[in-house]
């Protein structure tokens, strides 16, 4: 089984520039998921998709953040003017509709540096 | 207080030792529960995970003790593979969004 794509890995961009995330769930997983991870802490949840609707995106950013999954698989997530504290690990996870035993997978993540 | 909440460590061991980390949250009613493993500038990988009634996998064995509200994951025979952060995940409960909740992790460090 093939598992969660992201792209690209590193992105390294000035602040205020935009930047925009990839990412192509396992097949058939109606659940996927964006997290921001900061150096030191722990994964946190920016938006979460059931097929191409929004469940939750209550810590997302939405002046600067963005996010979309229009045809309910592939996902984008931008950030638009990016700031120096946006500098984190971005992180897709994807897993099936209502799964209760098994936690998720994640992507390999990109890799974000703002200078 | 934070929804869920781990020691960071690092915790330094040589090889053969046994190993525990505890990990607490803040919610009572919380659903499912996890272990993820992630090593240096990689994403986590789910280890195990946590069930009522304790549950063990080769060297590792993970517990939840819901009246203190707090999931365990004890190593033995600790290898130097072992090294990496350890995070626990939390289902909060009565959410039909299924978002785990991580702590910030747990660094592990087993020395020859």
């Known amino acids: 089984e093939a598992g969660v794509a992201q792209s690209p890995r590193y992105k390294i961009i000035e602040k205020r520039q935009s930047v925009a995330f990839w990412c192509n769930p396992i097949?058939?997983?109606?659940?996927l998921y964006w997290y921001q991870q900061i150096l030191g802490q722990g994964p946190k949840l920016l938006i979460q998709f059931q097929n191409n609707g929004v469940v939750d995106d209550s810590q997302l950013p939405k002046d600067r953040f963005s996010a979309e999954r229009l045809k309910g698989v592939d996902s984008t997530l931008k950030i638009q003017p990016a700031k120096l504290e946006d500098s984190a690990v971005y992180l897709c996870?994807?897993?099936?509709?209502?799964?209760?035993?098994?936690?998720?997978?994640f992507g390999s993540g990109t890799r974000l540096t703002v200078v | 207080r934070k929804e869920v909440e781990q020691d960071p460590g690092p915790f330094n061991v040589p090889e053969g030792a046994t190993v525990a980390f505890n990990c607490t949250y803040s919610?009572?009613?919380?659903?499912?529960f996890f272990w993820y493993r992630q090593d240096c500038r990689k994403e986590p990988k789910l280890l195990m995970s946590?069930?009522?009634s304790g549950n063990e996998d080769g060297r590792f064995t993970a517990q939840l003790n819901r009246a203190s509200q707090y999931i365990s994951l004890l190593i033995r025979d600790s290898k130097l593979s072992d090294s990496a952060t350890y995070l626990c995940?939390?289902?909060?409960?009565?959410?039909?969004?299924?978002?785990?909740?991580f702590g910030s992790g747990t660094r592990l460090l087993v020395r020859p």
């Open positions: 919610n009572s009613a919380s659903q499912s």
């Open positions: 946590v069930y009522s």
């Open positions: 996870a994807s897993s099936l509709a209502g799964f209760y035993g098994s936690g998720y997978t």
């Open positions: 995940a939390v289902l909060p409960p009565m959410d039909s969004s299924y978002k785990l909740i």
């Open positions: 097949s058939g997983h109606a659940t």
